[in-house]
């Protein structure tokens, strides 16, 4: 992974000091709230319902176990003894005192992490796949591109202060682990007939209360250009975006509106002024950056085929736990372990000091130091020898750490909802914990199969319900909250947003449709192999709509 | 009380105004023109030292012509967070190779003054308490180290293309 050099020392321990004087400026009354807010956002320091709320950057998600540690000891000594993984696969604190927000961020830099651009209407933490540099099916890995983009948008002069918070994620694979056709900026690396590096450019997708694609403006951009183009992208925004209504400030909105033949013609124009500029990437720098990608050296491991077949045959649930929660690896000794962070009934994405430690541990006993956050909520493992999964199994229950369920129905996002945020219309967690207890017998979810379901608790839509299977928006309407349903979404590679199925259903009501919903699925299925999302692709919304709204159930409304 | 600010310090006697309906410019005064009035006086006139006041929504493109004919053009920051004024700047000096005074006015703060001067501004009209006390007391808040390549010219530092270091 990444190690930071002494110009990377240098910015992040002067950034950390020049917030401590805005902090000291902003305690003393020398700087008013209004003006502070945009300098502690793009420092990652929010105001919440309760609270201040610092979102800590894990950039595309890679971590090591040292950092690791000191997210626990974070969570310890400033927190209440847990964190909560977002979707952005950053982590949040939801009770640091501001007045010990510069000690934190002093101690994140020791460990070389920053809470930099994880707020405010800046270029955020760039993501990217989860399993990238592992897994089986990449083309090549795209870290060190976001990387390269990290540093670039660091802190950059001109696009402090954009319309709106901008948003980049990069994969490295056909199959869309990182969502990319709904953010800002998605880049898929990919190689043409020449077998050269490049991306595919997406522009203007989004959730929010105006969820769109984005639109591919360019089919192969070559690596070398990829900061002089993401330059005339983010310039085209900063000057052209909306700035009259918050709502509709996001690039999604400038595409939508202009239309995407003028957006791309706008953005070639520029860019054809910064081609060939300062701004091309060496290749020898892009190899150097690359360089701290490499995968660790993995010694064949062939016993472990034999034995995983053994323990499997032991014991039922160590063999659902490997089917579900471990992925193929470029390495057939190997595997990529989900570690779920979604117990049966408990807060998705929520970790405590002593779970953030035990991880750390086995990732140095197993997984050769590496740790990823994925955009799911969960942690990953992306290096582990299958001859090793037993005993980080044996280990990951002992923290309740592992649970079957990657990419099942008990396998929710949700946003932090009306338990933490100022933002929220209605309570995600608990009715995330509802749902994961109603499935959560791993016959069941292992009949229903692969499901995902996504809750926000307001439109701003954190919690990705656009793209859920089953997606769930919290409203609040005469004073109550409602879950208003969308079927059929999806982020990955065939994107899709999910459709509103129909009137909204309160909260003691919202598990029973979603069970409805269920049981619907399983019975008009053609096969088992036939998941949730292609029943509802193949049948549409009419089927859904019978069983929840249908004649019997017309006397509620 | 808006004072003048650059590197080398206070500018005394500044002759530069915006005019407003309450006010307008005196005998020794000079006028920042909006964009079309700045446009019609070039092209109908062979003045020189002319100076311009660009809003956000201004097209910076439109002064290309007229670039040799300015003495000064001011950009405006109408609120903190509108930040179309460092692109304006940032294509005045890359694009446009504007070399003459680049103004910062409106709403310029102490913690916005480091981007500012990294995308070419070298003049600030400050209006905000707090960001004239710390110019006096001579304390900005930069960073020395950069990312990226801006329009102000810094040394390459830092091993990788697009890093810098500010003197």
């Known amino acids: 992974m990444y190690r930071y050099d002494e110009f990377d020392h240098a910015f992040v321990t002067s950034r950390v000091e020049q917030f401590r004087d805005q902090v000291t400026r902003r305690l003393a009354g020398e700087l008013a709230e209004d003006a502070f807010k945009p300098l502690r956002l793009m420092n990652g320091v929010y105001l919440q319902l309760h609270a201040y709320m610092l979102r800590v950057a894990i950039p595309y998600g890679t971590l090591n176990a040292r950092q690791l540690r000191m997210l626990a000891d974070i969570a310890r000594k400033y927190d209440r003894g847990y964190g909560h993984f977002t979707t952005r696969q950053n982590i949040q604190y939801n009770w640091p005192k501001l007045s010990d927000t510069p000690d934190i961020l002093a101690e994140l830099a020791t460990v070389e992490m920053h809470a930099l651009q994880t707020s405010g209407n800046c270029i955020r933490n760039v993501t990217a796949d989860h399993f990238a540099g592992a897994a089986a099916d990449e083309v090549a890995d795209p870290r060190p591109y976001a990387e390269i983009l990290r540093q670039w948008s660091s802190v950059h002069p ?37 077998g050269e590096l490049g991306f595919a450019v997406y522009v203007g997708g989004g959730q929010g209360r105006t969820p769109l694609i984005a639109k591919k403006i360019r089919d192969f951009l070559p690596e070398e250009d990829l900061l002089s183009y993401v330059t005339a992208i983010v310039r085209v925004y900063n000057l ?161 750490l592992a649970t079957a369920n990657a990419g099942l129905i008990t396998d929710i996002i949700a946003c932090p909802g009306l338990d933490y945020c100022a933002l929220a219309n209605a309570r995600s967690i608990p009715v995330a914990q509802e749902i994961s207890t109603r499935f959560g017998s791993p016959e069941r979810q292992a009949e229903i199969g692969e499901l995902k379901i996504k809750i926000s608790g307001c439109i701003n839509a954190c919690g990705h319900h656009h793209v859920g299977h089953i997606g769930l928006l919290g409203v609040e309407k005469k004073g109550a909250e409602l879950y208003q349903i969308t079927l059929g979404g999806s982020g990955d590679e065939h994107t899709s947003i999910g459709e509103i199925i129909g009137r909204g259903f309160e909260p003691n009501k919202v598990t029973d449709a979603i ?21 509802y692709r193949r049948v549409g919304p009419q089927p859904f709509k019978d069983a929840l709204y249908g004649d019997a159930k017309a006397e509620a409304a | 009380m808006t004072r003048v600010w650059r590197e080398t310090g206070f500018v005394e006697n500044d002759p530069w105004v915006i005019e407003t309906e309450e006010l307008k410019a005196g005998e ?13 006086r070039a092209e109908n006139s062979n003045d020189v030292g002319l100076g311009v006041l660009i809003k956000p929504a201004d097209d910076i493109r439109k002064l290309e012509p007229y670039l040799y004919r300015l003495e000064i053009v001011a950009v405006e920051f109408p609120a903190f967070n509108d930040g179309r004024a460092f692109s304006h700047a940032s294509l005045l000096r890359d694009r446009l190779a504007y070399k003459n005074e680049l103004r910062a006015v409106g709403d310029v703060l102490i913690d916005q003054i480091p981007l500012m001067l990294r995308c070419g501004v070298d003049s600030f009209a400050v209006k905000n308490a707090t960001a004239l006390k710390r110019l006096e007391e001579g304390r900005l808040p930069g960073i020395a180290v950069h990312y990226q390549p801006t329009a102000r010219q810094a040394d390459k530092a830092g091993g990788y293309s697009w890093r810098r270091r500010s003197a």
């Not at chain 1, 049981?519 to 029943?535: G, P, Q, V």
């Open chain 1, 158 to 194: 001109e696009f402090s202060y954009l319309p709106r918070k901008f948003k980049i994620a990069v994969t490295g694979a056909e199959r869309d682990r990182a969502a990319i056709q709904v953010h800002d900026i998605g880049l898929h690396l990919k190689k043409n007939d020449q």
């Open chain 1, 515 to 535: 069970e409805t919903i269920v049981d619907t699925y399983l019975n008009l299925r053609l096969s088992k192999e036939e998941i949730f999302l292609e029943a």
């Open chain 2, 28 to 40: 020794n005064d000079k006028v920042l023109l909006p964009l079309d009035q700045l446009i019609e």
């Open chain 1, 240 to 400: 052209f975006g909306r700035r009259d209504n918050k709502y509709k400030a996001r690039i999604k909105i400038l595409v939508h509106e202009t239309g995407v033949e003028e957006i791309t013609r706008q953005v070639e124009e520029e860019f054809s002024h910064l081609q060939g500029t300062e701004l091309k990437l060496p290749d020898a720098d892009i190899q150097a950056i690359a360089a701290y990608f490499a995968p660790p050296a993995l010694p064949d491991r062939p016993e472990g085929w034999a034995q995983l077949a053994g323990w499997k045959k032991e014991d039922e649930a160590f063999g659902r736990w490997v089917s579900q929660n471990v992925q193929p690896h470029k390495h057939p000794d190997y595997g990529m372990v989900t570690i779920s962070l979604k117990p049966i009934g408990g807060i998705p994405g929520d970790a405590s000091d002593v779970q953030m430690d035990v991880i750390a541990d086995l990732a140095e006993e197993y997984g050769f130091d590496e740790i990823r956050i994925s955009h799911e909520q969960n942690v990953i493992l992306p290096h582990v020898a299958l001859a090793d999964l037993e005993p980080l199994y044996r280990a990951l229950i002992a923290q309740n």
